[in-house]
């Protein structure tokens, strides 16, 4: 790894209903492994009575068929080339067979889901693997998520 730091961002992604939709999926290079540092989530209707969304983070094993979305360095003066690739909302789901954690977002909090990876314990995506957002609402709303990491 060289410290290229990244962010994949899925911008305004409509959620339909109790349909669990993958809003971001990051695709890590063939024999170049992806560390992943945070996750991010927001909603455009975060209201403490509504229910809460289940937000789900793991390994799809299939590719299913997104728009392509290429991942942004942090720092742009950086010459080198980020080798992931990626792909936001989802018109064919992928197949997911790993979950690695979820949690029911409460949009008492703030309107934000945030998760960083403890120091040193951060998920890593093996070459030519895959990490995605999947999220499940109970009603009509948008999201925007953020996959950030570095190769």
């Known amino acids: 790894m060289a410290f290229l730091k990244f962010e994949l961002t899925a911008q305004a992604v409509a959620l339909v209903a109790a349909t669990a939709k993958t809003v971001a999926m990051l695709t890590a290079a063939t024999n170049q492994c992806v ?23 793991g390994r ?19 010459a080198e080339t980020i080798q992931a690739s990626g792909g936001v909302n989802a018109s064919a789901e992928p197949t997911w067979t790993s979950v690695v954690d979820g949690a029911f977002y409460e949009p008492a909090y703030g309107g934000m889901y945030h998760y960083i990876h403890p120091f040193n314990n951060e998920y890593i995506v093996p070459g030519g693997g895959r990490f995605g957002i999947r999220i499940t609402a109970p009603a009509n709303v948008n999201c925007t998520t953020t996959i950030a990491g570095e190769e």
């Open 35 to 57: 560390r992943i540092s945070e996750v991010r989530v927001t909603f455009d209707g975060a209201t403490s009575t509504a229910t809460p969304p289940l937000i789900e983070y």
């Open 60 to 78: 799809p094993s299939s590719a299913g068929t997104f728009t392509g979305q290429t991942p942004k360095k942090r720092d742009p003066g950086r």
